[in-house]
C-alpha cells in the first residue's frame, strides 16, 4: 500500500501525535504497566502495603495553626504510579492556608466541618472565591493558586483534598518567594517597596 503524504498532511501527522503525547505527559502522572508497584526487596507483598495509618488520631488533636496531613507518595509509596493522593486540612478559628499551588494535580476540596472562605486565582487574575459550609465540595484547577481561610474565630474547620497525582507538587507561595534565595533587593523593587520591609516579610514568613 503507497502512502501518499503532502508536506502539508505530514506536518499536521507531526503535530497531532507531538500535541497527543504532551498532553498525555502533562496531564497525568504516567500509566504503570502492572497492578501496582511493589518495593523493593520485600516479598511477599501483603496488606500492611496497602494500608496507610499516618492519620490515626489526627481528629483528636488539637491544633494551632492550619495543618495539613498528607497522604502522597512520600507518605505512602503505594500510590506510586495510581494517580492519587489524599490531604486532611484541619484550621484553628481564624486560621488560614496561604495562598500556594499543586503543579501536577487538580484538587477536589470537600469540607467536612465548620465554615471556611476558598478561592483561587485564573491566569487572567480573576478571583474565584466562595464560603463553604459541610458537606460543600469545591474545586481547585491544576497548577492555580489557592487558598483557605476559616473566617469564623470560635470554632474549627476541617477538610479534605483528593488530588489527582500521587505527587501533587505543592508549592507555598509566600515560602517560595520569601525563602528561595531571591535577593532582597530583586523583591523589594518587584513589589515596590524597599529592602527593610521585604527583611521585615521574611522573618514572618519564616515563623511557624
Given at each position: 500500500?503507497?502512502w501518499?503524504?503532502t508536506?502539508?498532511?505530514?506536518f499536521l501527522l507531526i503535530?497531532f501525535?507531538?500535541?497527543?503525547?504532551?498532553?498525555?505527559?502533562?496531564a497525568?502522572d504516567?500509566?504503570?504497566l502492572?497492578?501496582?508497584?511493589?518495593p523493593?526487596?520485600?516479598?511477599?507483598?501483603?496488606?500492611?502495603?496497602?494500608t496507610?495509618t499516618g492519620?490515626r488520631g489526627?481528629?483528636?488533636?488539637s491544633?494551632?495553626?492550619?495543618?495539613t496531613t498528607k497522604?502522597?507518595?512520600?507518605?505512602?509509596?503505594v500510590?506510586?504510579g495510581?494517580?492519587?493522593?489524599?490531604a486532611?486540612?484541619?484550621?484553628?478559628?481564624?486560621s488560614?492556608?496561604?495562598?500556594?499551588y499543586?503543579?501536577?494535580?487538580?484538587?477536589l476540596?470537600?469540607?467536612?466541618e465548620?465554615?471556611l472562605e476558598?478561592?483561587f486565582v485564573?491566569?487572567?487574575?480573576?478571583?474565584?472565591t466562595q464560603r463553604?459550609k459541610?458537606?460543600?465540595?469545591?474545586?481547585?484547577p491544576?497548577g492555580?493558586?489557592?487558598?483557605q481561610?476559616?473566617?469564623?474565630h470560635k470554632?474549627?474547620?476541617?477538610?479534605v483534598?483528593?488530588?489527582?497525582?500521587?505527587?501533587?507538587?505543592?508549592?507555598?507561595l509566600?515560602?517560595s518567594i520569601?525563602n528561595?534565595?531571591?535577593?532582597e533587593?530583586?523583591?523589594?523593587k518587584?513589589f515596590k517597596?524597599?529592602v527593610k520591609t521585604?527583611k521585615?516579610?521574611?522573618?514572618?514568613t519564616?515563623?511557624p
Amino acid at each position: 500500500m503507497a502512502w501518499n503524504f503532502t508536506k502539508t498532511s505530514l506536518f499536521l501527522l507531526i503535530s497531532f501525535f507531538t500535541i497527543t503525547i504532551s498532553r498525555t505527559t502533562i496531564a497525568s502522572d504516567p500509566d504503570i504497566l502492572s497492578d501496582f508497584i511493589a518495593p523493593e526487596n520485600q516479598t511477599p507483598v501483603n496488606a500492611n502495603y496497602f494500608t496507610y495509618t499516618g492519620m490515626r488520631g489526627i481528629f483528636q488533636k488539637s491544633v494551632d495553626t492550619c495543618t495539613t496531613t498528607k497522604a502522597t507518595k512520600a507518605e505512602f509509596p503505594v500510590l506510586n504510579g495510581q494517580g492519587v493522593s489524599l490531604a486532611v486540612l484541619q484550621f484553628p478559628p481564624g486560621s488560614v492556608n496561604p495562598p500556594h499551588y499543586h503543579s501536577r494535580a487538580t484538587g477536589l476540596f470537600l469540607l467536612l466541618e465548620g465554615v471556611l472562605e476558598v478561592g483561587f486565582v485564573n491566569t487572567k487574575d480573576v478571583l474565584y472565591t466562595q464560603r463553604l459550609k459541610a458537606g460543600d465540595i469545591f474545586l481547585f484547577p491544576k497548577g492555580l493558586q489557592h487558598y483557605q481561610y476559616n473566617y469564623d474565630h470560635k470554632k474549627t474547620a476541617v477538610g479534605v483534598a483528593a488530588l489527582n497525582s500521587a505527587s501533587p507538587g505543592t508549592v507555598s507561595l509566600p515560602s517560595s518567594i520569601f525563602n528561595s534565595g531571591i535577593s532582597e533587593l530583586v523583591l523589594a523593587k518587584s513589589f515596590k517597596t524597599d529592602v527593610k520591609t521585604i527583611k521585615k516579610i521574611k522573618t514572618a514568613t519564616r515563623t511557624p
